[in-house]
């Protein structure tokens, strides 16, 4: 079965500084997706970046970058230039869609903290 | 355009008794995945329904159902309500040939 792991519970980073949120899986599937959302205080969950495995280069949204090592099974999250904005749990996931598996498979959450 | 509509936002039940949540898709959308989130937890997926049909179930007892209409707004339905019920419950919209999730705000309950 695969999962997904987050090893920590909560960062914290000064405003205007880098964070990287850490992030494992477990597969066997070759094909797959992964994903990072942010969580705010109003529940909501909002699509940060996602990443197709079969794509070797890392993706990246403004600030926001992964580090995919798929060998490794590995895909961090670096946020640049920290905004109070950037607040937030936030979850790593997982999709594949082989054998008829559509569900996202969510690790457990990273609260980040912006010090102002 | 609007998202994904949740409702109710907030409500308490009392332990065995029924409850309904309702979800309206993102326009475009034609298919609706529901989550739970416990307190302090990610999300894990109860169903997804798509053409009025359950396409997959996860790990969850026969007291959670749900339920698609034609236009593509859905329902969860849990009954004989336990304490361990208490939790976010998450609403996911997408197309069926992939794209994207749009989530909805959420609904919270809480089993009393």
């Known amino acids: 079965a695969q999962t997904v792991t987050q090893s920590q519970p909560e960062m914290s980073v000064q405003e205007a500084e880098t964070v990287t949120l850490s992030c494992t899986y477990d597969?066997?599937?070759?094909?797959?997706?992964l994903f990072w959302y942010k969580q705010p205080p109003s529940r909501q969950m909002i699509l940060v970046i996602r990443?197709?495995?079969?794509k070797q280069q890392n993706a990246t949204e403004n600030r926001f970058s992964v580090n995919f090592q798929k060998a490794a099974k590995s895909f961090s999250l670096k946020i640049s230039d920290s905004q109070l904005g950037d607040a937030a749990m936030y979850f790593c996931?997982?999709?594949?869609?082989?054998?008829?598996?559509?569900?996202?498979?969510w690790g457990a959450g990273t609260k980040l903290i912006i010090k102002p | 355009d609007a998202g994904v509509t949740q409702s109710p936002t907030h409500l308490i039940k009392t332990r065995g008794q029924q409850v309904t949540l309702r979800c309206s898709p993102k326009?475009?959308?034609?298919?609706v995945s529901w989550y739970q989130q416990a307190l302090g937890q990610g999300p894990q997926f109860i169903f997804q329904?798509?053409?009025?049909?359950?396409?997959q179930r996860g790990n969850f007892p026969d007291r959670f159902s749900g339920h698609q209409f034609p236009n593509y707004s859905s329902e969860l339905n849990v009954n004989a309500l336990l304490l361990g019920d208490s939790a976010l419950y998450l609403c996911?919209?997408?197309?069926?040939f992939g794209g994207g999730y749009t989530f909805g705000s959420g609904t919270r309950l809480t089993v009393v």
């Open positions: 996931a997982y999709r594949t869609d082989m054998d008829s598996n559509y569900q996202l498979i």
């Open positions: 597969t066997s599937e070759s094909d797959y997706y």
């Open positions: 990443q197709e495995a079969y």
């Open positions: 326009s475009g959308h034609d298919t």
């Open positions: 329904y798509y053409e009025e049909e359950e396409r």
């Open positions: 996911a919209s997408s197309l069926v």
